[in-house]
């Protein structure tokens, strides 16, 4: 597979994951966390705003590798 179709695919992959991932933590934490302290909403969604970042930085790094020669 060539570097431009693994960032094609990587971009609408990524795409659907940030949307889907945004709407299930808003939802979870809507419907769990806002209930709770400030510290626990302020933990969650701190939380939340970060850890979206792993898979993402895998994928782009996948998204990234030469091509083979």
Do not use: C
Request: a positive charge; glycine letters at 8%.
């Amino acid at each position: 597979m060539t570097m431009r179709t693994r960032k094609f695919i990587g971009a609408i992959t990524l795409l659907v994951y940030l949307v889907t991932y945004s709407i299930i933590a808003m939802a979870f934490g809507a419907s769990q966390i806002v209930g709770g302290s400030n510290l626990i909403q302020v933990l969650y969604f701190l939380a939340a705003g970060l850890v979206w970042i792993i898979p993402a930085g895998l994928l782009i790094r996948w998204m990234q590798r030469p091509d083979p020669s």
